[in-house]
């Protein structure tokens, strides 16, 4: 048995990026993995955020409060796919919310 065998029948990741067996990581896999990660990271706290697989390619799409957050988005969208020995490029399409300035004074 050679250690590539030995490692996926242990259920880890082979050089290619599947895991246990021959089999890749399904792309909903990665879309729900990379939301969650989104979702629950103190930096990005985004749940809304669109998440797309196109081959190698992970997309994150949507609106985000803040410059910070929109920062952390690509970083946290990369830490969530090497946890699953993934290797696609990511693209950070987000936006940070626009605010707007209230027009007039605000009667109390």
Do not use: F
Not at 2 to 14: K, L, P, V, Y
Not at 17 to 35: L, N, R, W
Not at 56 to 74: C, F, P, Q, W, Y
Not at 92 to 108: H, N, R
């Amino acid at each position: 048995m050679t250690d590539q065998e030995a490692n996926r029948r242990a259920g880890g990741a082979s050089a290619s990026g599947s895991s246990a067996g021959d089999e890749a990581v399904p792309p909903e896999y990665i879309v729900g993995h990379v939301q969650e990660a989104l979702g629950t990271d103190a930096a990005v706290g985004e749940w809304g955020l669109q998440v797309d697989v196109d081959g190698d390619a992970l997309t994150v799409a949507g609106i985000v409060a803040t410059a910070s957050r929109k920062a952390a988005v690509a970083p946290v969208a990369r830490a969530a796919l090497a946890a699953l020995g993934c290797q696609h490029q990511v693209r950070d399409a987000t936006e940070v919310a626009a605010a707007a300035s209230p027009a007039g004074e605000e009667a109390l």
